[in-house]
């Protein structure tokens, strides 16, 4: 990592840590081989604070690997690469994730992509991966565990009324940018806004993090691919249910 995105992930995770008094636990102690890291979006725009509390979750593993993000190719299509780069983003394909493996970096992914990232209010406690399984066959294909990193907290960061998805059909922005959702929220400072915190930073209310690193897992012997993404959204699914079942919105 560039020493300038270095420090700064590192005040990014510092300030996490205070202003949304961020919790961590890790189930077990992570292999000592590349593995595959799942996680679960909170708000995705430019600003996605479940993405800083893996950051955070990473320090406390101990784990010394290179650490691969699959990022959405919109970082690439608005020319952000030179910014996102730095930090270990790579544009999210088999072909990259396999190159990291075998050249022992660890690997992490958001299956959800934009459907998870961009979800209403009202789902800001649900697993979102769209029925997607490309990151279990992905595991079955490298021979490397997975990993799920659980954040709860995020999506209350500010108000979604809604996703778009429908708008976003309508605008064709699966095919100009590859997004499924064109999100209504509202948000500091931009107020009532249509899309605008998925191109634009917006200021977080100070909602509490907690995040919990998983116990690894494996396919079984005769686990399908579409078997096991499941398995691994139920356990994720799970561990969300726990983190939130006595929560209060932005209070924890």
Known sequence: MHPIARTLRSASVTA??????????????????????????????????????????????????????????????????RIVEPFGARPA????????????????VFPGGDVDALKSWSRRNQIVFDGRTGFARLAIEAGVPVVPVVTAGAGESLLVLSSGRQLAKALRLDRALRLTTFPLSVSIPWGVNLGVVGFLPYLPLPTKLDTSVLAPMTPGEQETAEEFAHRVAAAMQAELDALTADRRPVIG
Not at 30 to 50: C, E, Q
Not at 93 to 108: H, I, K
């Open 16 to 81: 996490l840590r205070l202003y949304n008094r961020l919790t961590v636990t890790v189930a077990e102690p992570i292999p000592d081989t590349p593995v595959l890291f799942v996680a679960n979006h909170g708000f995705g725009g430019i600003v996605d604070l479940n993405v800083f509390a893996f950051a955070a979750a990473y320090d406390e593993m101990g784990v010394d690997r290179e650490l691969i993000t699959l990022t959405h190719q919109i970082a690439w299509t608005l020319h952000a690469d």
């Open 93 to 108: 394909n088999r072909e990259t994730a396999l190159e990291a493996f075998s050249d022992g970096c660890n690997v992490l």
